[in-house]
């Protein structure tokens, strides 16, 4: 069955802001966790990922935090901008040569003016 | 910035027809995979593709599709005989590297009707 998903749907937050997406996962066996943002019309796009054996990574404007106690995920954004508005998907790596990737529904983040 | 193309953006399709998508990935990449979305739901992994053969399939990836890289350059996705749960957009991505930073394509929407 699925291991990935995500508490919120939708997410709409004023610019400026800082954003909090949330994922639950089941799979204790994960290797990584990744997020992907996905803008209208696109593909999804590589924002940062997380070995399973980290608590904390940050990147440009962005941090995910991994707690393996509760198997929760969440990527932060800094300073929102429109432009951040898109899908954002949680997604796992169970490990195994071909990283295989499986998603997570997905929740729309809107960044009101 | 090299991109993933994917053509045709968008292919309607009769029941029991075949379609052939097609996608050029990224030059210098050599992990290459198809991915599919159902609207509304969860991006989810159709096959991968290395050193010229299939190294993991889903079991979405039944007879009806196969997988060619008949050239250097293009990566195709066949289903022989489409049914309407096929309706779908239909992503190509392509990696440099085993990690989890894929590049995807814009996708095809392939409708069957």
């Known amino acids: 069955g699925e291991s990935v998903g995500l508490h919120l749907p939708t997410l709409s937050v004023q610019e400026g802001d800082n954003s909090i997406i949330n994922c639950a996962y089941s799979n204790s066996a994960s290797d990584y966790f990744i997020w992907y943002k996905q803008e209208s019309g696109k593909g999804p796009q590589f924002i940062i990922d997380i070995r399973s054996n980290m608590d904390k990574r940050q990147g440009q404007r962005v941090t995910v935090l991994l707690n393996k106690t509760v198997k929760h995920l969440s990527l932060q954004i800094a300073a929102t901008q429109p432009g951040d508005s898109a899908v954002y998907f949680c997604a796992e790596n169970r490990g195994g040569s071909n990283y295989k990737l499986t998603f997570g529904k997905g929740t729309l983040l809107t960044v009101n003016p | 910035e090299p991109e993933v193309t994917q053509t045709p953006s968008h292919q309607v399709t009769q029941m029991g027809q075949e379609v052939i998508l097609r996608c050029v990935p990224i030059s210098n990449h050599l992990y290459f995979y198809w991915y599919r979305q159902i609207l509304g739901q969860k991006v989810e992994f159709l096959v991968s593709f290395y050193n010229n053969e299939i190294s993991e399939k889903s079991e979405i990836f039944d007879d009806q599709f196969s997988v060619e890289r008949p050239d250097g350059s293009n990566f195709t996705l066949k289903i022989r005989s489409t049914k309407l749960e096929d309706s779908a957009m239909y992503f190509c991505?392509?990696?440099?590297?085993?990690?989890?930073?894929?590049?995807f394509g814009s996708g095809t929407r392939l409708t069957v009707v």
């Open positions: 991505a392509s990696n440099r590297d085993r990690d989890n930073s894929y590049t």
